[in-house]
Each structure stands twice: as C-alpha cells, then as structure tokens.
C-alpha cells in the first residue's frame, strides 16, 4: 500500500447529508417487494465490542424512514441480552476467544478450531442464502474471522444482488502491523472484490486512517468517513430493569465515578486499581466487569469491593443509563468507550490497552492531544493515579470539534448504496481459491 497510490476518500460533513438518497428509495419502497433486508455481520473474538456497535447500527437504521428488516450475526451467548428495538433479530454463533498472544480457539464448545470455524461459515452462509439480504454490513474484517465469511461473500457476488459494506472504526492498528495483518488475510483483494463501499466509523480530523495506513486508491476509492458514533441513542433501548438497578446501586445524590473495562478480557488490572482509589465523600464508585472477565478475576474483584465499598456490577448489556448519570469516567480505550464519552460529554481519564495491540493506545493519544479526555499510559496506572484524578476535579473538556455526528448520516450513506446502478465488481486477485479452502483447515 504505497503512499503514491492514496486516493482522497469521500466525506459527510453534518450539513451536507445526502438525504435526496433517501428520498429515491422511499419513492422506490412504494412499490411491492421494495422493503430493504439488511443483515450485520460481527466477528467477536474479543469482547463485545463489534456487536455493541451493529446493535447501535442497526437501531438508528431501524428507527430510520428507509424501515429495513434487520439480522445480526454474532457470537456472543450475551447477544440476546442486549435491548433491541423492533425490526432487528439476531443469530448467534459458536463463540470464539482470542489469547493475549493473538491464538484463537473455541471459547465454549470442546471441539478444534477448524470444525468450529467450519460450522460458524455454513452457519453464515446458508443464513445469508434464506435471509437474500440487499446490503450486507461487515464489521472490521473483511474476510471475517479466520475466513470464515468468504464463501458467503462469493455465493452473494455470484447472486449478484446484494451489496457489501465493509465498517471500520477509526483506528485499526499501528499501520506496519495492520499492513502485515492485511497481506496475510488478503484484505485489499477482497475489498476490491466483495465490497461496493468502506464506512469508517470515525473523524479524518482526529485519525486519517487513509493517509496513515496508505491504503491503496482501489481501497480508498471507497472510503467514507461517517464520524463518531453517537452513543446516546442507546437510551431509546433502555432496558426495564434500569431504575431498579440505579436504586440498588444507592446513588440517590451522590456523585458516581463510573469505571468501564470493555468486555472484561483483560480488564483486571483497572477493575482492581479502581476498587482500591480514594474517592471523595460525596462520591460512589461503580465498576462494570464485562462477561468475559476470568472467573477467578471476577471473584477477586467482588471480595476487593466488599471491603472498599465501591459497587461491582457484572454483565451490563446497555450502560447507557450508567454513563449518562456519571460525573466522571475511567475507561480502556476501546471504540465503544471512547464513544461513550465523547457522546455523554463526561470528564473521562482513558487508560488504554498495552502491548502488543496499538490500536487503543493510538486512539487515546490522538484523541488525547486534541483535548477530548486525559490519557493515563497503562505502565502508569495505580490507585494513586486513579485517586489523584479524580480529586484534579477538573472541567469537561469541550469537544464541539470532534464530529460525532456519524449514526445520524448512516441511513442516507445506506440509500445511497441502494439506489445507484451496480458496478461490475474487480475480479479476486489469483490464489482466492487457496484463501477459501483455508476456512475449511484454519
């Protein structure tokens, strides 16, 4: 991916959304047979992250003028426990886990990779061959999990119907280990192939993931920057159980320090520093763990919050209501939690991931350095740190300049993939073949 082979990508500012799009397709909906089916695609792995944000997707899309049918694909047990609005249904997959050191394997079911991989893409593909989706929305990677997407990929360009997006968030990796990531799974051939559009679900402002990781002009073609995904239109799907939960939690007019640590794979280490942070008297503190937070971990934390006095809450399919009520956040650094901050406009401190994976640690120095929450290296992190900024007390910081105005642009960005006339797709560079078997012996 040479940088003189870069290519501007498209953009939507917040007051040029191409909303005539929609139009057309409403017009074109009148007619029999013209209700869009959509179906998002999560490859999991790690945490909850890509299915956290195609359920937020696909509630601003359902609750859009376009009125689509809308199936999520994902991998978590948890999948059913999140609040989901009308139109929206789900399957779920065989879980995979992957280790610190980047191995996957099966998260619940006895059985080798290559049989759960091989199950998980019949599952997708035969899905995708009674559902006929019209767009069909990939979270992250293009090939998905171990490749388990690409022969549902090919059967939908032989059927010649169905569009494909392909969604990334800001940012992906540090560009060398993305580039080496892309080369092994053959990303850029497959995004020339199979996928009519790219979303990038962040700001060029704060990130260009173009000009960084120097995708090639085929790849660039395609990109469109939506912005930030706000977070705040999770509270429409707030669950019942939400005051009472509140209630136990005692806030009543206290002040509540809320800390986030994803989906608790790796969350420990914060969970644990948090529980042990001096917090002011007037204040409560609150740590969600995450479903997948080791067993043996959890119990930690459960004892440490026993005697600190600080509350711990276990899977919680929709914080929203939590993050709303904050007056301020300790956060990983992860896509959905950084969202969550810049959308409630809290006063957050981001401890990011540590090696080897970049990506959150990008995030937050960028993010970071154009003021839009503290950044605390993780090497650094403590009770004294935590302790320490919380009594700082400082102002929220002002974020007018960070666009987060993405989940609101996406049903236009939707349409406008619909209503064009089809482009021949650029035929699979030679050897897809070889990439295809793979998800049979992965």
């Not at 696909?58 to 694909?73: D, E, I, K, N, T």
Request: net charge positive; charged share 25%.
């Amino acid at each position: 991916m040479s940088a003189s082979e870069t290519n501007q990508p498209k953009g939507c500012s917040a007051s040029e959304v191409p909303l005539p799009s929609v139009r057309r397709w409403l017009l074109a909906r009148d007619r029999p047979g013209h209700q869009p089916r959509i179906a998002l695609y999560s490859p999991g792995m790690v945490g909850l992250g890509h299915m956290r944000r195609h359920v937020l997707i696909a509630q601003a899309l359902a609750g859009s003028p376009l009125r689509p049918a809308l199936l999520l694909l994902a991998e978590a047990r948890e999948a059913g426990a999140f609040p989901m609005p009308g139109r929206v249904d789900c399957v779920t997959l065989p879980a995979l886990r992957k280790d610190a050191d980047g191995r996957c394997a099966p998260r619940h079911l006895g059985l080798p990779l290559r049989d759960v991989v091989a199950l998980r893409a019949e599952t997708i593909r035969a899905t995708l061959r009674s559902f006929d989706p019209d767009v069909l929305i990939v979270d992250h990677l293009a090939r998905g999990a171990l490749g388990e997407l690409q022969p549902a990929l090919s059967a939908l360009r032989a059927g010649g119907r169905t569009r494909c997006i392909l969604g990334l968030r800001d940012v992906l990796e540090a560009p060398d280990e993305l580039r080496r990531e892309w080369r092994r799974w053959r990303t850029v051939a497959a995004i020339r192939a199979y996928y009519d559009a790219v979303w990038v679900y962040g700001d060029p402002a704060v990130y260009d993931l173009v000009r960084e990781c120097r995708f090639p002009r085929s790849v660039a073609a395609k990109v469109t920057y939506t912005g930030y995904l706000d977070s705040r239109r999770r509270l429409e799907c707030e669950p019942t159980t939400v005051p009472q939960l509140l209630q136990t939690l005692g806030l009543a007019d206290r002040r509540l320090v809320l800390c986030l640590v994803g989906g608790g794979q790796d969350g420990g280490p914060l969970a644990e520093a948090f529980l042990q942070t001096a917090l002011p008297p007037d204040a409560v503190g609150v740590v969600v763990t995450g479903p997948f937070m080791p067993p043996d971990v959890r119990r930690a934390i459960h004892a440490l919050g026993a005697t600190t006095g600080v509350k711990v809450v276990d899977f919680l399919a929709e914080p929203a209501p939590l993050l709303q009520r904050a007056d301020s956040v300790i956060a990983m650094g992860g896509y959905n939690s950084v969202c969550d901050v810049l959308s409630f406009d809290k006063r957050a401190l981001i401890i990011p991931r540590g090696p080897p994976r970049r990506e959150q640690l990008l995030r937050a120095e960028r993010l970071g350095a154009v003021g839009a929450f503290d950044v605390l290296d993780p090497s650094r992190l403590s009770p004294f740190a935590l302790s320490e900024w919380i009594a700082a007390a400082g102002p929220r910081r002002v974020r007018s300049h960070i666009d987060v105005g993405g989940l609101a642009r996406l049903p236009a960005l939707l349409a406008s993939v619909l209503t064009p006339e089809r482009q021949p797709a650029t035929p699979l560079l030679a050897g897809h073949r070889r990439a295809e078997a793979r998800v049979a012996t992965a």
